[in-house]
C-alpha cells in the first residue's frame, strides 16, 4: 500500500504558475503509474496528467502544452508543473496512483490509492 501527500498549492493570478508535489510512502513509488486529477467545486473530479512506469505521459486537452507531469523515483516524488493558468484551472489537485497496467488512464476509479488533496486557485 502507498500513502500520498500532495503539496504547493496556492492562489495565484491568471498566467503565472505552480508546481505540485506529490510525496509517496510506503511503497516504492516505481511500481506504479501516476496521476494527477482535480476537482472544481460542484463538478466531478478529472483526469489532468498521467505519467506511466516508463515515464511516458498522457494529459487532458484542457491542460495540453501548459502542464507538465514528472517522476522522480529515486526521491518517490510525482510533480506537476502548471504554467500560463487559467481560471477555470481553480479546484483541488489530488495524486493518485494505481499498480494496474491495463486498465484506462483517465477514470478516477482506475486508481487505488488517493492524496487528500491541495487547493489551487487561479485568479482572472
Known amino acids: 500500500q502507498v500513502q500520498l501527500v500532495e503539496s504547493g498549492g496556492g492562489l495565484v493570478q491568471a498566467g503565472g504558475s505552480l508546481r505540485l508535489s506529490c510525496a509517496a510512502s510506503?511503497?516504492?513509488?516505481?511500481?506504479?503509474?501516476m496521476g494527477w486529477f482535480r476537482q472544481a467545486p460542484g463538478k466531478e473530479r478529472e483526469f489532468a496528467a498521467v505519467i506511466r512506469r516508463n515515464g511516458d505521459t498522457n494529459y487532458a486537452d484542457s491542460v495540453k502544452g501548459r502542464f507538465t507531469i514528472s517522476r522522480n523515483n529515486a526521491n518517490n516524488m510525482v510533480y506537476l508543473q502548471m504554467n500560463s493558468l487559467k481560471p477555470e484551472d481553480t479546484g483541488v489537485y489530488y495524486c493518485?496512483?494505481?499498480?494496474?497496467?491495463?486498465?484506462?488512464?483517465?477514470?478516477?476509479?482506475?486508481?487505488?490509492?488517493w492524496g487528500q488533496g491541495t487547493q489551487v486557485t487561479v485568479s482572472s
Open positions: 493518485a496512483a494505481t499498480a494496474a497496467i491495463l486498465t484506462a488512464l483517465g477514470p478516477p476509479q482506475n486508481y487505488d490509492y
Open positions: 510506503g511503497r516504492a513509488l516505481s511500481s506504479y503509474r
